[in-house]
């Protein structure tokens, strides 16, 4: 059988209930704040981990730069070693003018 509550026992079970209901919302803060501090904690290491990948992504990207950069000076440095196209083509007109093997087969 329940005990009818007195005066002195309903303002304690009244306190206890209280009581539980705040230790309630401190459990669900504690596990939410848990929660946070390993989403946190994973962001980070996935942030690092994409920053490192992004750093040595533009290590290679320079490296490739630098040789492109490289093979442009090559390249421009051999090109006055090259005769221009138009040049070829006039010494071609004028070869073609003067053919002295051909002079000499008019004259046989």
């Given at each position: 059988?329940?005990i009818?509550?007195?005066?002195?026992?309903?303002?304690?079970d009244?306190?206890?209930?209280?009581?539980?209901?705040?230790?309630?919302?401190q459990?669900?803060?504690?596990?939410?704040?848990?929660?946070?501090?390993?989403?946190?904690?994973?962001?980070?290491?996935?942030?690092?981990?994409?920053?490192?990948?992004?750093?040595?992504?533009i290590e290679?990207?320079?490296?490739?730069?630098?040789?492109?950069?490289?093979?442009?000076?090559?390249?421009?440095?051999?090109?006055?070693?090259?005769?221009?196209?138009e040049?070829?083509?006039?010494?071609?007109?004028?070869?073609?003018?003067?053919?002295?093997?051909?002079?000499?087969?008019?004259?046989?």
């Amino acid at each position: 059988m329940d005990i009818p509550p007195t005066p002195e026992s309903g303002g304690f079970d009244e306190f206890k209930a209280k009581l539980r209901d705040l230790e309630e919302k401190q459990r669900i803060l504690k596990d939410r704040l848990l929660l946070l501090g390993q989403n946190i904690v994973e962001i980070k290491e996935k942030s690092t981990e994409k920053s490192l990948e992004m750093k040595k992504e533009i290590e290679k990207i320079k490296q490739e730069v630098e040789k492109i950069r490289e093979i442009l000076e090559t390249v421009s440095s051999e090109l006055p070693k090259y005769a221009k196209k138009e040049d070829v083509e006039i010494l071609s007109k004028q070869a073609k003018m003067f053919q002295p093997l051909e002079l000499l087969k008019d004259r046989e």
